[in-house]
């Protein structure tokens, strides 16, 4: 998607459903559930634990994959690059409107899978076993609860407390040529081979690929911001070192597939926020970056770096723009909304009057700030594959909500 024109959405639609049906017939394949089958009863000693967690996890995929008719998994496919087409138009226009309609789609597609999948379970419950097995919304609904009840004093308090850092310095004009230069070669520092692997450009930063061979990851650029291409970089990074590193030992089979969404996204975490945002990251970032930029950068020493890089924004409009303490907050937003899509207590034209009441209640935002900021990140992640809830934005968040709230103690402090 990040070189394809737009005008080929619709027959990239139509390919991927027709893909999609010869993915379907060989997922689906009687002969493989026969063998499974025989596989299921074979004696406990007679597979070592890797082949019993293959047959494990083949298993549990056949019968999802069973469950849904060839028809809806060619639906579900051509919707993905469907609405995400809307989505960069709704994004470009700051329109909601333009979304909605597929945003609806998705929704009702992806309730009729969750009740021919698992008919007993909660809808989102259904939907999140396939990015994080065996979790579950009532869970979910403790661990945010408390994250939330902790964060909206904490941020008020740093507010009315916290001393105020001079970043002014860091908005500019930066060569994005450069910044992609840059964003390069901390990718390869950290560790990505570009030997089996690319960095583009794209309109929301992802990390995808065929292959830990070939794993394609992107980030996108403001000429007038360096973070943000470079904290993008490092986080998909992140992703791509997790990617680069399976256990070719196993390639093709089941258990070298991701664990889950949340691990993956603990990955790309741990390298932005406790490995891009720490003083000897910024001591190594600083040469780099004023040897592209030394105009702009001729004075200022790591530590302001590594400050500039750690404030609390205020407010905090853009999850993937937005600082260690309020990023909890949008993934928390974002999953009471997807819950309450699926589960029929929020209709889709109210997604832009919640958003901006809770933007407001929770991170301070003002309507016109609100306004600049529209679909920017509200659509983003529900729109190639929505609705899926993408629990790297749950599990994930509590494991890294420590680090934070230490760092933040010390600049009330000061």
């Known amino acids: 998607m990040v070189m394809m024109p737009p005008g080929a959405a619709g027959s990239r639609g139509t390919q991927k459903a027709v893909l999609a049906g010869v993915l379907y017939d060989k997922e689906?394949?009687?002969?493989?559930?026969?063998?499974?089958?025989?596989?299921?009863?074979?004696?406990?000693?007679?597979?070592?634990?890797?082949?019993?967690?293959?047959?494990?996890d083949a298993a549990r995929e056949y019968v999802k994959r069973t469950a849904l008719p060839k028809d809806l998994a060619q639906r579900i496919a051509k919707l993905k690059t469907e609405a995400y087409a809307a989505w960069v138009k709704a994004k470009t226009e700051s329109d909601f409107s333009v979304f909605a309609p597929l945003l609806k789609q998705w929704i009702e597609i992806s309730k009729e899978k969750a009740?021919?999948?698992?008919?007993?379970?909660?809808?989102?419950?259904v939907l999140l076993d396939d990015y994080e097995k065996?979790?579950?919304?009532?869970?979910?609904d403790q661990v945010f609860t408390q994250v939330r009840e902790g964060l909206v004093p904490l941020i008020a308090e740093i507010k009315s407390r916290g001393r105020k850092i001079?970043?002014?310095?860091?908005?500019?004009?930066?060569?994005?040529?450069?910044?992609?230069?840059?964003c390069k070669q901390v990718a390869i520092d950290l560790g990505f081979d570009t030997t089996h692997g690319r960095l583009d450009v794209s309109v929301h930063p992802f990390t995808g690929g065929a292959h830990p061979t070939d794993v394609r990851m992107t980030t996108r650029f403001?000429?007038?911001?360096?973070?943000?291409?470079?904290?993008?970089?490092?986080?998909?990074?992140?992703h791509a070192l997790y990617e680069q590193g399976r256990n070719l030992e196993y390639?093709?089979?089941?258990?070298?597939?991701?664990?889950?969404?949340?691990?993956?996204?603990?990955?790309?975490?741990?390298?932005?926020r406790m490995v891009g945002l720490s003083r000897p990251f910024a001591a190594y970032l600083m040469p780099l970056i004023k040897a592209r930029?030394?105009?702009?950068?001729?004075?200022?020493?790591?530590?302001?770096?590594?400050?500039?890089?750690?404030?609390?924004?205020?407010?905090?409009?853009?999850?993937?723009?937005?600082?260690?303490?309020?990023?909890?907050?949008?993934?928390?937003?974002?999953?009471?909304?997807?819950k309450g899509l699926l589960e029929g207590t929020i209709p889709v034209e109210d997604v832009p009057?919640?958003?901006?009441?809770?933007?407001t209640s929770d991170l301070g935002a003002t309507r016109r700030m609100i306004l600049r900021a529209a679909c920017r990140t509200s659509t983003g992640r529900w729109a190639p594959s929505a609705i899926s809830p993408h629990t790297r934005w749950g599990p994930c968040t509590p494991l890294r909500s420590t680090p934070p709230l230490r760092r933040t103690s010390r600049i009330l402090r000061t």
Not at 38 to 51: G, R
Not at 115 to 125: A, F, N, Q, S
Not at 222 to 238: D, F, M, P, S, Y
Not at 251 to 272: F, I, K, R, T
């Open 28 to 56: 689906t394949d009687p002969q493989l559930g026969a063998l499974l089958d025989v596989l299921k009863a074979a004696p406990a000693d007679s597979l070592d634990a890797v082949q019993a967690a293959v047959v494990r």
């Open 115 to 125: 009740r021919l999948i698992d008919p007993t379970k909660p809808v989102y419950d």
């Open 134 to 140: 065996g979790a579950t919304s009532a869970r979910l």
């Open 166 to 182: 001079d970043y002014s310095w860091m908005v500019g004009d930066f060569d994005t040529e450069k910044q992609a230069e840059l």
């Open 222 to 238: 403001k000429k007038e911001n360096l973070v943000e291409g470079l904290t993008g970089a490092i986080h998909e990074t992140g």
């Open 251 to 272: 390639d093709g089979l089941p258990v070298n597939n991701a664990l889950s969404m949340g691990v993956h996204e603990s990955q790309s975490l741990l390298w932005e």
């Open 293 to 338: 930029f030394p105009e702009a950068f001729a004075s200022v020493t790591p530590e302001q770096l590594y400050e500039a890089e750690n404030v609390i924004q205020e407010p905090s409009l853009i999850r993937v723009e937005a600082d260690e303490v309020t990023y909890p907050l949008h993934i928390i937003l974002r999953y009471e909304l997807e």
């Open 353 to 359: 009057k919640i958003w901006n009441e809770r933007m």
